[in-house]
């Protein structure tokens, strides 16, 4: 069973940063299209950047410009650069397949407040 761990959330002022890490020790992630997708407060899990096995970003809207997603095949992770945080980014982050595929992890959280 493939089991996807994200950790690196937390309680962040509003312009401030966060890196937000996807691994899994079951499986390599090398050949899989990746995204992170992010469920906020009573909404739908919504997804917001993925990176291609080749590396090629793309993004949700609203996160471009101040979100970067990439991988390091090499240590099997997967990243969430995530830069001039605002309140309507806050909800709890998960990494999976592009399209979702695996079992979902436990997300992490990430609070946008002042």
Known sequence: Q?????SGGGLVQPGGSLRLSCTTS???LTFYDMAWYRQAPGKERDWVASVYAAGTPKYEDSVKGRFIISRDNAKNVI????????PEDT????CNQNPQRLPWGQGTQVTVSS
């Open 79 to 86: 990243y969430l650069q995530m830069n001039s945080l605002k």
């Open 2 to 6: 493939v089991q996807l761990v994200e």
């Open 91 to 94: 909800g709890r982050y998960y």
């Open 26 to 28: 079951t499986r390599g």
